[in-house]
């Protein structure tokens, strides 16, 4: 069974607070993203990246940064966590583009 | 740019009524691929459907089936004879060609009541 992994469902950090997203993949897929969910504007493209150590800026990448060291992982880094960033964050992986992407189960981070 | 609108935000229904979620889209590009995903409460998004451009015939799965319009330009979804198991939040995508990032509608939140 294909899987998305992403480390914590939910997650409460300080402003100012250096916060890392952790999601892993199985299924040997080149391309991976982070999305950002709130209500009443569906999800929205931070980051993705189509190659290890590869990243293109998505819609709204301000405040955010990537890694992707391995194929498998691919980490969200919020330099300095704000209030506005408290929110549902969602990582995908696909083979190639317009492709299904699949889905991790989501991490809810809280910013106080 | 591409945009994708849902123009609905909540439906509710009672169980064995059936439920179409519009789903309209704006692209400049002539070969595009539209697709709609369900977000149950657990969380994860499930993929339902991948339609390019050049594809217009309907397509029905199960209880589910999709109305693809390029005249208005429309990929509208119907749930025939709902079941509580619906409940989710449904959301419509686009991508170009060629193009990794999806598009992402507000997505349509669907009750079942039983």
């Known amino acids: 069974d294909v899987k998305v992994t992403q480390s914590s469902r939910y997650l409460v950090k300080r402003t100012g607070e250096k916060v890392f997203l952790e999601c892993v993949q199985d299924?040997?897929?080149?391309?991976m993203f982070w999305y950002r969910q709130d209500p009443g504007l569906g999800l929205r493209l931070i980051y993705f990246?189509?190659?290890?150590?590869?990243?293109e800026k998505g819609d709204i990448p301000e405040g955010y940064s990537v890694s992707r060291e391995k194929k498998e992982r691919f980490s969200l880094i919020l330099e300095s966590a704000s209030t506005n960033q408290t929110s549902m964050y969602l990582c995908a992986s696909s083979l190639k583009p317009n492709t299904e992407a699949f889905f991790g189960q989501g991490t809810r981070l809280t910013v106080v | 740019a591409q945009k994708v609108t849902q123009a609905q935000t909540e439906i509710s229904v009672v169980e064995k009524e059936d439920v179409t979620l519009d789903c309209v889209y704006e692209?400049?590009?002539?070969?595009?691929?539209l697709f709609w995903y369900k977000q149950p409460p657990s969380g994860e998004l499930v993929f339902l459907i991948r339609?390019?451009?050049?594809?217009?015939q309907n397509e029905i799965s199960g209880r589910y089936s999709w109305n693809f319009q390029k005249s208005t330009s429309s990929f509208n979804f119907t749930i025939t004879a709902s079941q509580v198991v619906d409940s989710a939040v449904y959301f419509c995508a686009l991508s170009i060609l060629n193009d990794y990032k999806l598009s992402f509608g507000a997505g349509t939140t669907v009750t079942v009541r039983a």
């Open positions: 692209t400049r590009d002539t070969t595009y691929y």
């Open positions: 299924m040997d897929h080149e391309n």
């Open positions: 990246s189509y190659d290890v150590k590869m990243k």
């Open positions: 339609r390019n451009s050049f594809d217009e």
